[in-house]
């Protein structure tokens, strides 16, 4: 089993949808967790960057953790043609020098105008 | 603000050739270096971390090495490349924190 499950989609939505993307983990340790957005042939770019449970906000993304389920979520809002591309869940148990995180498969998303 | 490097964009390589691909970050001290390797239609490998110069450690074995002789360069090589060598391959800094982040990459493909 792989300590992060991420479903690789496609997943092809209506322009102004709301999507939601998810990654599951089986590694109770892990309390950091990001969210990188990677356009094609392009490197990975920083979205959302949450510690423990909780919600957090930035614009039209609201990125979720729910710890209990060991469960991550984000969720576009209005949904662009420009926010095609992959979503990759990235997380790591611990801070300090190595920071090492487990990166989930990635998503692949299409909106469609 | 920092800004990393990546060169060069786009390499194709012979089978057996040797490989140099570097990577510079500006604008912070000391940072954490990373390589990953990305294949097609897959997640980010890591390859190497680096906590400071010369200091380097290994995550994968295989016919690549890094090596960090300044403390903002990383640089990626092999003596002899092999097919599964192609990939998309990413730096990455970061500080203290977990937070990484990452260059444009270096697309390889090794015919």
């Known amino acids: 089993q792989k300590e992060v499950e991420q479903d690789p989609g496609p997943l092809s939505v209506p322009e102004g949808a709301i999507v939601s993307l998810n990654c599951t983990y089986s590694?109770?340790?892990?309390?950091?967790f990001m969210w990188y957005r990677q356009y094609s042939r392009k490197g990975p770019e920083l979205l959302m960057y949450t510690y423990s449970s909780g919600n957090k906000e930035d614009g039209r993304f609201t990125a979720q953790v729910d710890k209990s389920s060991k469960y991550i979520s984000l969720f576009i809002r209005d949904s662009q043609p420009s926010d095609s591309a992959t979503y990759l869940c990235a997380m790591s148990a611990s801070s300090g020098n190595t920071g090492k995180l487990i990166f989930g498969q990635g998503t692949t998303l299409q909106v469609k105008p | 603000s920092q800004t990393i490097h990546q060169w060069p964009a786009t390499l194709v390589q012979p089978v057996g050739s040797p490989l140099s691909l570097e990577c510079t970050v500006e604008?912070?001290?000391?940072?954490?270096l990373y390589w990953y390797r990305q294949a097609a239609g897959r997640g980010l490998q890591l390859l190497f971390y680096s906590v400071g110069i010369g200091q380097i450690s290994s995550e994968v074995p295989q016919n690549l090495s890094a090596s960090r002789p300044q403390d903002r360069q990383f640089i990626l090589s092999s003596k002899k490349l092999l097919l599964s060598d192609s990939g998309f391959y990413l730096c990455?800094?970061?500080?203290?924190?977990?937070?990484?982040?990452f260059g444009p990459g270096t697309r390889l493909t090794v015919l």
């Open positions: 604008g912070t001290s000391n940072p954490n």
């Open positions: 990455a800094w970061s500080l203290f924190e977990d937070t990484q982040y």
């Open positions: 590694n109770s340790a892990f309390q950091y």
